[in-house]
């Protein structure tokens, strides 16, 4: 322990050589949180050694990834750099590839990614010692979403929730509403709430994936994980009659007269978050749909999450509340010692906490003590998370072929933009859906 | 623009160019020798380094174009497997159609506003000025023009300047009512009569009071005058009740269709009293919400007609799927009249001013001197706008890649973002390519008709 602190100390006097002033606000943040709780993992000594992380993060969300870096260094002494990458990162690992400098580790923010990357032969599988502590702290559902084919690549460091519902307190409390837990009771709050003469809900229709979660959420709970994963193979044509009752659920909500705010179509998501927690007692609208991210643009408003933002889970359809998920997932593309040392520090609770502290993360890693989190709120969604086990889907859009998951103005996300002008096309809107699906799986 | 002729006259010299040529050319020297005198191979050293480079950038790129819109996305050779897509795919085609609207209106109107700025701004004093304005626009960018106009055009009347107008205007007409989204909650006494209007399910009597619940009125926009609700008192030979809000903030419903002290009272809602669907009596409700109707009411039906429930106009979907094409050109011609305006003032100073003069000593009032007159001298100007303009809108790109949100992208796609969006989305470089030649052959009729008349020019 005394020779850990001995070199810890020796790093952070040579960070402090070369480093700038962000690095040392960062070091001395760190130094703190170091002394409060011990490593719990113990990671080879890499004096010398250099390790380059890819990323799409950008702005504070890269600021506390370095902070994350930074103690990565302090604890092996190798020398970490960060490449800002741009979405989509697997055509910018492709032209790191072809130019012959992947980096170590990649953050690959989709399981398509992680599946393409796979089968270009760029990642490399994930080691012992981080399989032990990918064991030891993590879920079987999250260890399955990093690996293909039975092998294990990817450790999945950050988390999204995107089962989540936000409401404005001061409507709900206004309206006398609680926070519901199944469907119909969501389907009477709204009610209340429209009565009290608010707009219920706020939609950001004119970004589909807000809509592909929407009935991505309905769906998993309605129809089930089995068949949620048949669909997203697309073993299951979108005719199914599963398909068409998530669909009619979800029309019953979008139809309803009053409940869906203004403009719904042309509202980007961050506006539509914004309009829920701005106007006091009459916003634009009292409930917002979206995972965690949604934190960020309520921190752009007055609004404090936890006193005037609060959030409960998205309400049960069917037998039990659903959970997708998404995720940034670590995928080492060299066969270097760096490289796995990194991902069995991502693996550990110790990397988790620096960010989960900083806020604005969760974790999927259920060794990480929830009272690292900085709040009631994001303790709830991660608390939410770790107990939804091995239950958790992964969303269904990022795992179909772009053409039709990801696409603006085609597939899925047109059909689904239509079906929101027009929730009464059931029927119809199964037939594009099927028919873009059709295509779009034939070709990848 | 002469540039062509003397190109021809360099290489070839042409039988009639001067008269004088082919008598002095044998007596000179032998054939390596051109017009000027230059050795022929002199001229195709001077010519080589231009002519590499419109071969590296501009020829062997459409050659390859064309090549690759054979092969299909990993390569493969597919034949005109990528044609046959492009005229199959539903975006592509409305892309070919959207295409087709651009190039007849775009260029029409904004020739047609050009020419009435530049004659207009001939006549006025600040003319300059005026100019000077209506150019500006030309110099932001596409990109950046884009971004304004996606503000301008947003739905929500407190932001795009176009809704706010234009609400303004309707409002002036037809004013919101007072009780916007009121709707009987749940066990209501009341039902929906079609059209936005609520009745009572059951008909009222004489000397009972009645109760009209609603909800769902915005507090904000509730009248400044309601106050608290008070149950209505009974009147024999008369009916009488309450219309009020039937929702307590912070409590819910209240006591559900019973006036609370907390609710507030509909003063100024309209109530009918409707018997065999004849109007036969009709009042208003008093701030506490309480309203008295005559005798004839009793056994009708009581009414609140779809007039107190008018939504606030919220103007046109400018965004929207079906207006899109059209706004997105708005703003083009925003951008370009200026451009137009500038050339064709150009050309009207070059009319000589006495054909004017006479036709008006003629007797020509001025409509007759501006479409008799101005018109058919500035034809070849207006050719060259309309032409230029018809090329640039061909290529259109950044208006369309900007402006229109998720939702209706695919209403105004047009084939330059098709290409984009084939190449960098779809990364399909076949499909792109096949794209990129349709575009090439749509634009050579264009070229050749810019190309006769520089000739015919020239010839002049």
């Known amino acids: 322990m005394a020779a850990t602190a001995a070199v810890s100390a020796l790093v952070l006097g040579l960070g402090a050589c070369g480093g700038d002033d962000s690095d040392d606000k960062g070091n001395g943040k760190d130094g703190g949180g170091g002394k409060e709780s011990a490593a719990t993992v113990q990671l080879p000594k890499l004096d010398g050694e250099k390790v380059s992380v890819a990323a799409v993060w950008g702005g504070s969300e890269r600021k506390v990834f370095l902070e994350v870096l930074d103690e990565f260094e302090k604890r092996t002494g190798a020398e970490v750099s960060f490449v800002p990458a741009q979405d989509p990162i697997i055509s910018f690992l492709e032209s790191k590839v072809a130019g012959g400098q992947p980096p170590d580790v990649a953050m690959l923010p989709q399981v398509g990614a992680i599946e393409q990357a796979v089968a270009n032969k760029w990642a490399k599988p994930v080691g012992p010692e981080a399989q032990k502590e990918l064991d030891k702290n993590y879920a079987q559902g999250w260890q399955k979403l990093g690996a293909v084919d039975g092998k294990q690549y990817g450790v999945y460091f950050k988390a ?18 609680e926070e519901p837990k199944t469907w ?153 010692k760096g490289a796995q040392a990194l991902l069995t520090y991502f693996a550990s609770p110790d990397a988790a906490r620096i960010w989960a502290q900083a806020g604005g993360f969760v974790s999927p890693n259920k060794g990480l003590d929830l009272k690292a989190y900085p709040n009631d709120v994001q303790r709830g969604i991660a608390d939410d998370l770790i107990k939804a086990g091995d239950d958790i889907r992964y969303d269904m859009s990022d795992q179909a072929p772009q053409s039709f998951g990801g696409t603006p103005g085609k597939g899925e996300w047109k059909a689904l933009q239509d079906f929101l002008k027009n929730p009464k096309n059931v029927a119809g809107t199964q037939r594009t859906l099927e028919d873009a699906a059709a295509k779009a799986y034939k070709k990848s | 623009m002469t540039t062509p002729d003397a ?101 029409a109107l904004t020739t047609a506003l050009g020419l009435i700025f530049a004659v207009l701004t001939e006549r006025v004093r600040w003319g ?202 708005g703003s083009y011609i925003w951008m370009w009249a200026g451009f137009a305006m500038v050339l064709i003032a150009a050309g009207l100073a070059s009319v000589p001013r006495e054909l004017l003069e006479a036709a008006r000593v003629d007797g020509a009032n001025e409509w007759q001197v501006f479409r008799r007159v101005t018109v058919p001298l500035l034809a070849p100007v207006l050719a060259v706008v309309v032409v230029t303009l018809m090329i640039n809108v061909m290529k259109i790109f950044d208006l369309v890649f900007v402006i229109p949100p998720g ?51 020239g010839r002049r």
């Open chain 1, 184 to 336: 119909d009771e969501f389907m009477q709050t709204a009610q209340t709430v429209y009565d009290s003469g608010v707009t219920p809900l706020s939609v950001a229709g004119a970004e589909a994936w807000t809509l592909t979660d929407w009935f991505e959420n309905i769906y998993l709970s309605q129809a089930g994980p089995q068949k949620y994963d048949q669909l997203a193979k697309h073993e299951i044509k979108w005719t199914d009659p599963s398909v068409e009752k998530a669909l009619t659920t979800l029309g019953g909500l979008f139809g309803k007269k009053g409940f869906i705010a203004d403009n719904a179509l042309q509202t980007e998501f961050p506006a539509s978050v914004k309009q829920t927690f701005t106007g006091g007692d009459q916003p634009k609208a009292g409930m917002v749909f979206e995972g965690d991210m949604v934190s960020l643009s309520i921190s752009e408003t007055k609004a404090k999450v936890g006193t005037d933002a609060k959030v409960f889970p998205f309400p049960a359809v069917g037998d039990g509340p659903p959970a997708v998920v998404g995720g940034d997932a670590a995928v080492a593309l060299k066969d270097s």
């Open chain 2, 128 to 329: 300059t000025a005026f100019k000077l304005v209506i150019f500006m626009p030309m110099v932001i960018s596409m990109l950046a023009a884009g971004i304004i106009f996606r503000l301008v055009y947003e739905s929500d009347p407190d932001r795009g300047v176009a809704n706010a107008l234009w609400v303004g205007v309707h409002d002036t007409f037809a004013e919101s009512s007072g009780f916007p989204q009121g709707h009987p909650g749940a066990r209501s006494p009341l039902e929906g009569a079609g059209g936005g209007a609520f009745i009572t399910k059951e008909p009222v009597r004489a000397g009972e009071p009645v109760v009209l619940p609603l909800t769902g009125v915005p507090p904000d926009l509730m009248p400044d005058d309601a106050a608290s609700a008070k149950p209505a008192a009974a009147e024999p030979g008369k009916v009488t009740g309450t219309a009020w809000q039937d929702f307590t903030r912070g409590k819910g419903r209240g006591q559900v269709n019973a006036p609370d002290a907390a609710e507030f009272g509909y003063p100024g809602i309209k109530i009918e009293a409707v018997k065999d669907g004849e109007v036969v009596a009709s009042t208003k409700a008093a701030s506490d919400g309480t309203f008295t109707l005559p005798e004839e009411a009793d056994g009708a039906l009581l009414r609140y007609p779809a007039d107190n429930f008018r939504e606030p106009y919220n103007g046109v979907d400018w965004l929207g799927p079906t207006l899109i094409t059209p706004a997105i050109i």
């Open chain 2, 7 to 107: 190109g021809g006259t360099a290489a070839v010299p042409p039988a009639g160019a001067t008269p004088h040529a082919p008598k002095t050319g044998p007596h000179r020297a032998g054939p390596r020798k051109s017009v000027t005198g230059t050795r022929r191979t002199i001229a195709v050293l001077f010519l080589l380094p231009a002519l590499v480079l419109l071969g590296a950038l501009v020829l062997y790129p459409i050659g390859y174009s064309v090549g690759r819109s054979f092969f299909d996305k990993a390569g493969d050779f597919s034949g005109f497997d990528n044609y046959e897509t492009m005229f199959s795919d539903d975006g592509i085609r409305t892309a070919v159609k959207n295409n087709a609207i651009w190039l007849v209106a775009a260029p």
């Open chain 1, 160 to 177: 999204a929730n995107k089962s989540l519902v936000w409401y404005n307190t001061a409507v709900f409390d206004n309206a006398g509403v």
């Open chain 2, 407 to 457: 939702s209706s992208k695919d209403e105004a796609n047009v084939l330059a973002v098709q290409l984009y969006n084939s190449a960098f989305g779809d990364r399909d470089a076949g499909v792109a390519s096949a794209i990129a030649v349709l575009l090439f052959l749509l634009v050579i009729p264009v070229m050749l008709f810019n190309l006769r008349r520089m000739r015919r020019e």
